[in-house]
């Protein structure tokens, strides 16, 4: 164990051969003994080598196996033996009580020293102390006088006590040492331990951030660093319907599969819930494009539980260093966007990053803020397309459905708006809003006449919804059987265990569901048998088109036979010609919506399309 600085060692060196030459020369002008003047000399020689070796080979320091270390202990020994003999020749020759004395008390002092300074080392320690002082000790044990012989036994006592205090010494250093080594080596651990993550044994976020900066700093030029991020398809519901602990399986097993799959030294991380991220170089965009795909490829394998198989999908946003941002911040914000876009795209795909992206996503920040400040500035109106029984001509409901004029822009369509509604949130508020509104006004129609309102997933999905529809309808003073949610196929495959209760508590209430674009998902029956619908709506790309008889108008009739046998209305969205009314009504369709009948219209409009059809020509008339 080497303890003290190179600098520190060399002046300590210097600064004992000063004193020893120093204590040494008296003895030497006194005694004129060749032998003696010779010991002096050697100490000064050695005293000179074993500064300049610290100067010339000071980067060896410390090195315990390097010759360097062997020749200062060698130094470092040679010198304590001719420290010795300079008192044991001080003692022998009877020089000078003074000189006898500085050469003594340099000697006993030397050996101290070593025992303290060298304890780190206790076979060099010990060798300077018994060099130092055995020379002593034996001339004074063949003296005759009694104050010589007596340094004999003190010496004796001397070593055996320096040696006593090296070997504690010794003890306090290789412990504290390995005090300190043990403190390191845990530190390390606990270091790694912060960097990965509990679940899945790969890096997390902080483990990734480390990685990520570190191959930044030592990217090759021409080489590229593809951030490939990963989020698991409806991975909530698995949580939801199976548990966590299932959830916990898939992600380590989604994990392990990355980790076989992804190139080697890639960094597989969990960036944390059910999303990853997998960072690795490549040379060309077509490399990287094959890793993801390979990637998106095993994720995608039905993963196996108990006897039945999981279905696993995942999408993917991706983004290259330096292509795509000269940070890694800035890269990470550009796969995310790309994986914003995986998603909205249908998910169980890839997307690489692109420049228009940004200006997408500003659009749609821009729009959703807009949206905000028009709910509250009551810029948006609800207006109300009605919905015709094909056999006898009359209103049977009015679909309820969102306009908004924008003081600068003009009317904004809702396939502009209703997409950042869901993907931003807001249309939860809008939701709810909407139904509130409508609700209102279909309360001063006669009692027959239903109102329908679209849902979104979201609003579903969102704490206290069917509370809250109920207290839009109290407060409406609207009878929950006056109104029917219409739900598309969408709501269903994404379904959990909120939907189920959703619809549970509002159909016990009264209130009616339709399900919604029938034919465009996968129009499964089992959504007709366990959920309690009462209508299903033809998708208008079925009605509308310029062969009504053909394959479309075939599906149209199917559909309308499952649905009289199910005791289901049918309604045929999107009619706009006489040919396609007749042709619907002809297939089974019981109700009709379309711009044949009429456009979406104002909450007034509706009170007078009411109004004409049942002879009734004020809305006081509607109530009496």
């Not at 403190?183 to 270091?191: D, H, I, N, W, Y």
């Amino acid at each position: 164990m080497q303890v003290g600085s190179v600098n520190s060692q060399v002046v300590t060196i210097a600064l004992s051969s000063i004193c020893g030459l120093l204590l040494g020369l008296p003895a030497v002008f006194d005694a004129h003994r060749p032998l003696l003047t010779a010991v002096v000399v050697a100490m000064a020689a050695v005293a000179i080598t074993r500064v300049s070796l610290y100067k010339t080979l000071e980067r060896f320091v410390g090195s315990e196996n390097h010759p360097f270390e062997r020749l200062q202990a060698v130094g470092a020994i040679t010198y304590a033996l001719l420290s010795g003999m300079l008192a044991a020749l001080a003692i022998a020759y009877q020089i000078p009580a003074a000189a006898r004395t500085s050469a003594v008390v340099y000697a006993v002092g030397f050996s101290a020293s070593a025992a303290a300074r060298h304890a780190g080392r206790p076979l060099v320690a010990v060798s300077q102390m018994v060099l130092a002082l055995l020379p002593l000790i034996i001339a004074a044990a063949l003296q005759s006088d009694i104050d010589d012989l007596m340094l004999a036994p003190a010496g004796v006592l001397m070593l055996c006590g320096m040696y006593a205090i090296t070997h504690d010494i010794y003890n306090v250093l290789r412990d504290s040492l390995t005090v300190a080594d043990t403190s390191a080596r845990l530190a390390e651990k606990m270091q790694k331990l912060a960097r990965i993550d509990a679940v899945t044994g790969l890096l997390n976020r902080t483990g990734l951030n480390h990685e990520l900066v570190e191959r930044s700093m030592t990217l090759q030029p021409g080489r590229e660093l593809a951030l490939i991020w990963i989020d698991l398809d409806h991975f909530k519901e698995v949580n939801d319907t199976l548990g966590h602990q299932w959830g916990d399986r898939l992600l380590c097993e989604v994990g392990i599969r990355l980790r076989k799959s992804a190139p080697p030294g890639a960094c597989v991380a969990r960036f944390g819930g059910d999303e990853f991220i997998i960072a690795c170089e490549a040379n060309t965009r077509a490399e990287v494009t094959d890793i993801a795909q390979r990637l998106l490829a095993e994720i995608t394998r039905p993963m196996r539980r108990d006897n039945q198989l999981l279905e696993v999908s995942g999408s993917m946003g991706i983004a290259v260093l330096p292509e795509d941002g000269e940070d890694i911040d800035t890269v990470m914000q550009a796969a995310d966007l790309a994986l914003y876009h995986a998603k909205l795209n249908g998910r169980k795909q890839l997307s690489f990053f692109t420049p228009a992206m940004t200006r997408a996503l500003k659009h749609r920040k821009d729009m959703e803020a807009e949206l905000r400040r028009a709910l509250r500035r009551d810029e948006l109106t609800v207006h109300y397309q009605p919905i015709f029984d094909l056999a006898s001509g009359r209103i049977r409901a009015f679909e309820a459905l969102v306009r908004w004029y924008h003081p600068q822009r003009g009317e904004i369509t809702p396939d502009e708006f209703i997409p950042v509604a869901e993907e931003t949130g807001a249309i939860i508020t809008l939701g709810n809003w909407i139904t509130a509104q409508a609700a209102r006004v279909a309360a001063t129609w006669p009692e027959d006449i239903i109102l329908a309102v679209n849902l979104s997933p979201l609003q579903i999905r969102a704490p206290g919804a069917a509370l809250g529809i109920l207290a839009a309808l109290r407060e409406a003073r609207l009878p929950a059987h006056r109104l029917e949610l219409e739900i598309t196929e969408r709501v269903l495959m994404e379904h959990g265990p909120n939907t189920e209760t959703f619809m549970a508590e509002l159909h016990e209430a009264g209130v009616h569901f339709a399900l919604d674009d029938f034919g465009t998902g996968f129009s499964s029956l089992g959504y007709l048998a366990n959920y309690p619908f009462g209508k299903i709506k033809v998708d208008r790309s079925f009605v509308s088109g310029a062969d009504p008889k053909g394959k479309r108008a075939a599906i149209v009739r199917a559909i309308s036979s499952m649905g009289r046998a199910l005791g289901l209305e049918v309604v045929a969205e999107g009619l706009e010609t006489e040919q396609q009314i007749a042709a619907v009504r002809e297939a089974g369709c019981t109700l009709g919506q379309g711009w044949y009948f009429s456009r979406a219209v104002s909450a007034e409009e509706a009170t007078r399309l009411i109004a004409a059809e049942r002879g009734m020509l004020t809305p006081a008339q509607l109530t009496a």
